[in-house]
Each structure stands twice: as structure tokens, then as C-alpha cells.
């Protein structure tokens, strides 16, 4: 498993252009986007290209909505401040070890 460190949700897309992630972690908020807004278009891609990368999102915020997370198209939410462990614990139940 490779991986691609982006600085912006438009460099995202131009990268899952040529590279097939196993997964992705997204920040929530970023430059010139956000979080909400990358998901769903990557969302909508997969709807017509087949396929699915699951997707967690971060964020530093706590009062970040899990929900709105989930709604997007994420399969779980997380917060930056997260236990090691439980970061751990997320990459393999999304990477399906």
C-alpha cells in the first residue's frame, strides 16, 4: 500500500486520476474546499466509473458533525486528537485486516 499526501481537494482528484488508493483520510476543512465537498465528488465519480475507496474524515474541531461526515460519504469520522491505537484500529477495519 502506497501513500499520496495532498494539499488541497482539487489536488486530490487530480491524483485519484492515476493513483487507486486502498483508502483515504481527508481532512473536513482545507483550502479552497473542504472535506464535505471532496467526498461527494469522489462519491459521484465512483457512481460512474464503478467501485469504492473507503474514506475516513478528520478533523480538529470537536464540534465537528459526525453525522454530516457520515452523510457525505464517509464511512467513519475521527478526531485528530484520536488515541493512537484508535487510529490504528481504523486503518485496518478500512483496509479489511
Do not use: C
Not at 46 to 75: C, F, N, S, W
Amino acid at each position: 500500500m502506497g501513500v499520496r499526501a495532498v494539499a488541497s481537494a482539487a489536488a486530490a482528484l487530480e491524483e485519484l486520476e492515476q493513483f487507486h488508493p486502498d483508502m483515504l483520510m481527508s481532512d473536513i476543512r482545507m483550502p479552497n474546499g473542504d472535506g464535505y465537498s471532496l467526498i461527494r465528488q469522489i462519491r459521484a465519480l465512483e457512481a460512474g466509473q464503478g467501485g469504492h475507496i473507503p474514506a475516513v474524515a478528520i478533523t480538529a474541531y470537536l464540534d465537528e458533525d459526525r453525522e454530516k461526515a457520515l452523510k457525505a460519504g464517509y464511512e467513519t469520522h475521527l478526531h485528530k486528537l484520536a488515541h493512537p491505537t484508535t487510529w490504528i484500529e481504523m486503518v485496518a477495519q478500512l483496509a479489511g485486516y
